[in-house]
């Protein structure tokens, strides 16, 4: 037989030329770019991170100051990028199931109010949203003289909400490592309580076990080391709050856009997934006697989250890339502190891809997570 009669052997020439083309694509691309940037006297590289930055950026999670380097600056953008996309998927998540369970809620005004909620916000664009949102903490709440006090330390006003903060302590450090110890402990004395269960049918009263030392030994180590607890509240000076704990406006409008824009199309996924668990499922639960919050957590929702995770995990990294639209209203993201680097270097290429690598960073952890879950949820078959 001769190598062009064969099929396969055509394929691998085909797939070997189709490879070449793009590299050669690639490599004018690239030649192309190179030669445009030389004309123009710019320099390629990532050598400019060493140089000072020269600008502020309104809030931080770390040390910042406009003598640190554009590097600082990228890094300070990159978590508070990772600070909304954590938050804002959390809440939407939360919210979404309860706006979809209302949604089939046999409460007439319930369900009708939780519909009109997910029509609205799903066909009113997410921009439209985060300026209306904008508009409402800085524009209609008072002046940072006349702010609202809700409760005695916390403060309202359009420069966002003041909290009082807690003075540090190595004690709290202590707490934290104690509770996590015995979060870790729970979690293998759940699996030890499993596996009792399934060999002999005894059952072990592990959240009991768990609970107690969990709330019992943080608060012994606090004790033990002095009961500090010094409150830090906010002080008006001037035009403004010092002290305390700092939420934006900026912050406070794109969680709120990104919460409720994401939680509607949730909804419609946690929604459907229910629907798609057999009437039977339900009926069967109630006969043996469960309360309907039982039925729902412990029949419905484990069923019904095997159709919802999929799209579920879309809505997810939707909400993390529609973060990026935080430019619109001010807020440090990374793709604002990026532009902003690129107009004062000129580095448009190498800003633009690091861009792209963290979106695509925090899109494949994401989905790694998802599907990590998505498969843990899986009907094992036998």
């Not at 969990?214 to 830090?232: M, Y």
């Amino acid at each position: 037989m001769k190598f062009w009669d064969d099929q396969k052997n055509r394929e691998k020439v085909y797939q070997l030329l189709a490879l070449l083309a793009v590299i050669g694509l690639g490599l004018f691309f690239y030649s192309n770019t190179k030669a445009n940037l030389e004309k123009q006297n710019i320099a390629t590289g990532f050598s400019f991170f060493d140089q000072v930055a020269g600008f502020e950026i309104s809030e931080s999670l770390i040390e910042y100051n406009s003598e640190d380097s554009y590097l600082q600056a990228l890094v300070v953008g990159v978590l508070n990028t990772l600070k909304i996309a954590i938050i804002g998927n959390v809440l939407a998540v939360f919210l979404g199931i309860f706006i979809g369970v209302c949604r089939l809620s046999k409460n007439w005004p319930l369900a009708k109010l939780a519909q009109g909620y997910v029509e609205i916000i799903r066909n009113i664009p997410l921009l439209l949203q985060l300026f209306f949102w904008y508009a409402m903490f800085t524009e209609i709440f008072p002046g940072v003289r006349q702010a609202l006090t809700p409760m005695p330390g916390v403060f309202l006003s359009n420069r966002g909400i003041m909290f009082p903060s807690l003075e540090y302590s190595p004690v709290y450090l202590y707490m934290g490592v104690a509770f996590f110890l015995t979060m870790i402990f729970g979690y293998f004395l759940r699996r030890y309580a499993k596996k009792i269960q399934d060999q002999t049918g005894k059952q072990i009263p592990y959240v009991l076990y768990i609970l107690g030392p969990l709330v019992i030994l943080p608060l012994l180590i606090w004790f033990i080391g002095g009961s500090p607890l010094t409150l830090h509240l906010p002080k008006l000076q001037g035009f403004n709050f010092t002290g305390g704990i700092s939420v934006s406006p900026e912050f406070l409008s794109l969680l709120m856009g990104l919460v409720l824009y994401t939680s509607a199309f949730i909804a419609e996924i946690v929604r459907s997934g229910i629907q798609s668990v057999q009437k039977g499922q339900e009926e069967a639960a109630e006969a043996l006697g469960l309360k309907s919050y039982l039925v729902l957590t412990l029949v419905i929702l484990p069923q019904a989250l095997r159709v919802i995770i999929p799209p579920l995990t879309s809505q997810l990294l939707n909400l993390t890339k529609n973060s990026s639209l935080a430019v619109a209203i001010a807020y440090p993201d990374f793709v604002n502190i990026a532009n902003t680097t690129m107009n004062q270097t000129g580095q448009a290429i190498e800003l633009i891809s690091l861009i792209i690598l963290v979106y695509l960073t925090f899109s494949l952890l994401t989905s790694l997570f998802m599907n990590w879950f998505n498969k843990k949820m899986a009907l094992v078959e036998r």
